[in-house]
């Protein structure tokens, strides 16, 4: 393909950087987890999207039917220790090993913690912590018994070490995979397993979109709130992500990226133009 017509997110890096890899990524076939799948595919990777909604599916695959890209779906509930432990043998059966595992699932939605049921936060522990911790151990183990590395990717979020009013459920969750990501690296660095993390800021989505900043005037105001002035693109954040992956990044570990445009770095006490000299 040429770099014009690649999916937006895999036009920094070299065409075929990731021919010879297998990438599963959960959450794989809407926002975030989609242009990450879409990057990896059209750079080479053999990319298995994994989801508990076939209906997520089709748009990848039927974008790689029209590209000839390699690309494959399963449905997985990551909170289901059993369903994963099968779904990682069955992908290693089909294509021999997996050398990227992205860790993207999520659950979210705003609740006050004085409303938030047992069962609310249950469901979002369950998919983003306990989901990340089930992927990484199946298919982790599968890197170690083969002998070759390979990499596992974690989507957290600013949040995780700021906290934030109103996902109580989901700062936790990402706090654990952030510890998690950091264990991880240490622990399985002997193994050629390298363990990164990225937190996004808000970046457009449909999703994200409906659960956390409903209406325009809600939009408005936050984006006001970045340095950069902008939500960012899926696709901004998705090439981050892909260069983590990739041989540049062959001497990271351990590290979270954060792509938010600035939003979590400290306020201004004072506007421009407010102050003598300024």
Avoid at 203 to 220: K, M, N, Q, V
Wanted: hydrophobic share 40%; proline share 4%; aromatic share 6%.
């Amino acid at each position: 393909m040429e770099k014009e017509s690649l999916p937006a997110a895999a036009r920094h890096l070299a065409a075929g950087t990731f021919s010879d890899r297998t990438a599963v990524v959960t959450g794989g076939g809407t926002g975030l987890g989609l242009e990450i799948s879409r990057g990896l595919a059209a750079l080479g990777a053999r990319v298995v999207i994994a989801s508990r909604s076939a209906e997520h599916h089709a748009g990848l695959l039927g974008e790689g039917a029209r590209h000839g890209w390699r690309v494959d779906a399963r449905e997985l509930d990551v909170r289901e220790p059993t369903a994963v432990e099968r779904c990682a043998r069955e992908i290693e059966e089909t294509t021999g090993g997996v050398d990227m595992l992205v860790n993207n699932a999520a659950g979210n939605f705003l609740c006050p913690a004085e409303r938030l049921s047992a069962r609310a936060w249950r469901s979002v522990l369950g998919i983003v912590l306990d989901g990340t911790f089930y992927c990484s151990r199946y298919f982790g183990r599968q890197m170690i018994e083969r002998g070759e590395g390979g990499q596992i990717l974690n989507i957290v979020a600013t949040y995780a070490w700021t906290g934030m009013p109103g996902v109580v459920h989901s700062a936790s969750a990402k706090a654990g995979v952030l510890a998690m990501t950091r264990s991880l690296a240490v622990e399985w660095a002997r193994f050629g397993i390298r363990t990164h993390a990225v937190a996004p800021g808000p970046f457009h989505s449909a999703g994200a979109a409906e659960r956390l900043w409903p209406g325009e005037g809600t939009r408005e105001r936050m984006e006001r709130q970045v340095p950069l002035g902008r939500f960012a693109t899926a696709e901004e954040v998705a090439v981050q992500c892909l260069h983590l992956l990739s041989p540049a990044s062959a001497y990271l570990n351990g590290e979270c990226l954060v792509v938010d445009g600035g939003l979590s770095l400290g306020r201004n006490m004072w506007a421009p133009g407010q102050t003598r000299g300024s």
